[in-house]
């Protein structure tokens, strides 16, 4: 939600279903700043039509409080599964660890963004850009990282596991959000230094204070700046050994996953989807076969 | 095995541990033309030094029969499972789905080849150019599918198992090869065509065959011609629905992963491998902590 | 043309010259459903003006019948030669084939296309979409082939031409079209399997029926997977002998030709055309010094 | 043939069949200045072993004068025509041109380069490297661009032949050879101006001193400049009109001919070639249906 | 400023705080054709509302004169020098060049332009687009040549700077535009040869009139088709000597300044410019520690 | 120098004019483990032929100590400039920085690597892969930087120039070396992270350490994790301000400077070197115009 204006307050108000603007026309007793941008409010007042588009004139309009009892999921676009669920589960994988200095600098860089974790979007624009979104992408991550090891035995389970946790993690850091988990620009130095190096230095920086090996920590900076996989996808290298490998793909798989079943379920069945960026410029195919019939994702 | 030569014969004898040149100088009784390439023979005579090279000079040379009782297995690179039994579990999928058409498709194009598939390799000189290596990479993606699909559920389980059983089937027509599974040479429509169109034009004329519903057909058409992903690899079509592009994505898995594991365990832990070409020439690095220490990977 | 509405009927009519909106008010006689998209109609009515733009009030419509004895080249953009006398010069040709079995071969395949042949574009917004456009660009290619062969006495004649006649001859499953010949939407399996791969199939297909050589039917379906000349544009195989080459080049030669003279064509002599995206963005040249001074092409 | 020694004279001697090493040992009355690279010479001599290659010991060594009798097409590799009669045919050509500039200004150039064009070699390793290739190439493009005009009857004939006529003449400057026809190295501004630039600098000299419009040389200096297509090869522009698109088209083509019939017929039939670096490092295939059963190509 | 309509004359006129659509309603006394394109005119008249947007309405036009000692850098966008002062600078670069050849060759070719250089524009859109622009390049280049040649010692200075004085003169044939400096479109040569080889041609042409060297001026040719660095870019060579890659550089090094320092002075401390096309659409970033504070460029 | 063997000593004696193998026969007084790879070693003892190669048998070896008053510099390739005298114009440029938080940061890192700094090389084999070249590097661009600031002006020169003296300086952790100056491996850090993504999270250390502002410390780190400039070469980021983008510049001129220089006086005056992989393998020319005629680089 944005705020500006002179005499009068003039707001962008979203949830679950749109967006409108909205005017307080009466805006003497409300100091603006008092609002930021992103703010869960509670608002009372009537639908205008103005110049053939609609507007909201507000009566009142006040931040949530805890004692509203309102459940925020319920009017952001969120993961199906609430953070503190998720994050109990990683935690889960963390304990289960059996290598100590992967299982002590995991649980040390988790800890510095769990708070802002529980809500944070994984992305700007494309996929899991929802409220929780960076969490439930982690957590498919893990998922599929343990069928894999049943798979390839050889896999070192808790690098991998150690890499699917924090190679996002400094997303946090690099896009601007706020509790209502809806994702906003890129900070400045999200865009000079990027999350996968910003993941790097984390590492270092905690790696030297928990006084971490420096073969673990090489490995898995190592992870975290070639999960993109390519160049120019932002890879500073190229993955060098079997996890990193691993951990590109499976990030991948889950991002493609995520954005094919958005788009196609957008069209009907038998009907092609725009031309898809992320995918190289396809058009993509819903043919209708779905096992859940094209149910809504989150 | 190789034969040519005029009063002697000059074969090429391989196993297991290398290779070597042998002769066999008596040579009067015995017909060039009873051994073709590839045959899996018994052989007794001597090692011979002859200008600084070792030689094997042959006494006794036939043709392995039933009655020996050796596996050929064990003389030459082989899957860990035997053809047999990866077979098995790839016809106890087909059993399992629930679409009728995939079922009677994929289960009459598997018949064509199944003679064959027991013991062909699913490349010249890549991942999997083992006896066997063909079915060993079908079965790793059907087992890594079964897990994707727990988690992504609305996966259409038997389109994407169908797809995979069939990728590579006409590897078949494609690579020369005999019954001790070692790759030979591209064949001519191997080069001219590929596996991937000549799979497409046998899904099309066994769905014709079967009076399968051109829908059905053409989905799994798709697959086939679009699982190397992009056309710089060979793809006629990049994939156009989420399980051509899992399809295409776990191919590619299970292939990195073959390659990565046995380029690295070919070094020493805390080395690199020289380039790897199928790795956009980059080194992988040897780190050590293989699950598994780094065994023999078949 | 398109038909939809409620107590109206609304349709668009095309002709050479444009199009325009056209609406049936006094519906109640006229079912929609007996016109269809590309319906061929006649049409009487009156120009009226409304909100700034014009528009056509009906007062009867139905389909054009064979007693109308009006050709329907002179009502959308249509080839130069009518598609009769195309498809009997193509015959003439095969006639000629000192090649039995490719003259039996392409011959069948010709015929199951024969009918919608005569009138199917060959593209949807590139060169030769218009009414015959698919047998124009057939027939020009057959031209130059002949030409080179008398240059390149080496080449083999009718395996050129046999290719030639079926490179394309599956645009006919690919894009939607009717007795018009304006070029619809691509189909289903036009995009998610190609009139490349579609080609190879039907000649695998036919050649089986027939009982062609293998030999034969590889040659002629690799010039087919192969003609677009290069992956990133859907080559599923880059040619690999003379004719396959050849007809590649042919094939872009006689679309480059085209689409220059359309665009030249359309910009004063002295100026340059728009960027042209078929020629990587150049800008294209009118120098004013065409042979015929620049008439229309069709 | 190169000359180098002290007291005895050590040659190189080649003709049509292979090259030999050749002593001259009483070189006393011979000085080796007499002799440079590429003289036609007559010798007579015997053949000798020495550790274990062969040798040609000279008994006598002379320059081949006119009176000798013999033709130097004997003895090099060289195009199927004489270069008098390809000259003849391109000279007729000209001579038909109905636009007074371009005959003037086509003729000028080629008559500073004809005494050098009747033996010069088109390249130095790739097609046309032979005694008068290159104007064995020219006239190839020449009788191609006769049978497309034929076709599209649009294209300005005159200027599309002029462009041909000189779009390589200026490889006489970029390549050194001599009377011998067999190509040298590139020379200095071949390398750094090469034949594209060193043609269009050629083209404005004689245009200038002719008083030809600059509206006429500019297009043809355009058809210099881009005739190799796409920058990568060289082009300094794209081609941006009709006749410089077809220029660029037909000169790739009769390149690709030249080149794929060589390549091919040097495989038996049912063979692949070795991978082709002038073909995106294809095989190409001997499908053994040449119409002429594989000649030799000159 | 262009002139156009029947009865009224309509008039674009801009200086250097924007442009505004200007009509004569009484222009019956003043010929449209009197004024042409970029024409310098005085002009008196009044500002009118219409239709929602300014209109200035003209009562007097006519072109200025040297008499109404105005200086037309105040009214367009021009250089921070003069062009008379630039050119007095570079023609003491050329003095003093202890290189003969290049001494006479450069001040030939320079004498050519030199009218027209001291205003033209460097660019139609990019870098240096303003009045004397392309003479400001120049300088840029030449200082930063000496810079350079003080560290890199063994660099020929007179060749280095006869290279950079030349590079970019024929823009003056490239590019339309009048003593008002402002570029309009690019001509016809400009198009289909460009300012590299115009160049060259340009260089040829002086050095065979001056009696230069071959060598001295191949070198020069060499510098200006390949002062673009890389094909795509327009390069006919790619820099073959260290004063040609030098050059190429210092040309990227001072375009990448300007367009770098434009592009972020146009935004505030701390925000990022939109995405910048020529350079790879990243955005730049202002951080606000510019030595000047961020002046006006010129 | 490298020891082996059993009970003799193989080592591999290197100094400035080439290698050659030594032996040391009676090595019963000399432990091999005294010896290190790259020690500097004063060694007596006599050619010997062997199997048509030269050996050398050492009578006596021992390390040099610093009473035997040798210079190093006379025995490796070093930098024409002692690391000392470098070393000390660095911090002279240091301590004229007039922003203190870049003085107190670039001289903290700086202090940490400054004995290995004054004999490190700058590549394992491209430029300055000498003795002291990565300070010669480093010296060059700051004196590229002083005069490209005095052109434009408004470059932050404090920041560029802590640029500069920052960004390879983490090499010395990149590639092994000794005092000898000579380059050894790339290390297992140098390989999986690289010098870019190491001198960011060196910055980022000694930034928290010292308490510099997060502005700085993000500007720097990404000046050095950008200083390769396209991502294909490294560059996690491409340069996204003036002084980030200059740099990358600078680096690529200096490198390209010392490469074409020592590649072109590698042949004589009017030949061409080999193709040259640093310069996209192109061929460079030696003019024989050099000011200096082509002396010894270092």
Known sequence: MTAKGSNYLDFTLTDNDGEINAKLWDAKDIPALEFERFDFVKVRGTFVSFNDSQQFRIDRIRKVTPED??????YVPSAC??????????????????????????????DEYRDRLVYWPAAKGLHHAVRGGLLMHTLSIL????AVCSIYTYVNYDLLCAGAILHDITKVDEIASSQTGVPGEYTVKGNLIGHLVLGAVKVSEQGKKLGISEDT??????????????????????????????????????????????AVNAVEPGEFTPKQWHFDNRMLYNHGRSEDGGVELL
Chains 1, 2, 3, 4, 5, 6 share one sequence.
């Open 143 to 146: 998922r599929l990282a343990k």
């Open 69 to 74: 009892g309102v459940d925020i999921n319920d």
């Open 217 to 262: 920590v090489v490995l898995l900076e190592h992870m975290l700046i070639s999960h993109h996989g390519v160049p120019e996808f932002g890879a500073a290298r190229m993955p060098m050994f079997t996890e990193a490998i691993l951990l590109s793909m499976l990030d991948d798989m889950d991002a493609k996953m995520y954005e094919s079943y958005s």
């Open 81 to 110: 599964l609430s953070g503190e669920v998720m994050l109990e589960e990683i935690e889960k994988i963390i304990d289960d660890f059996s290598d100590y200095e992967l299982k002590l600098l995991t649980r040390a860089v988790l």
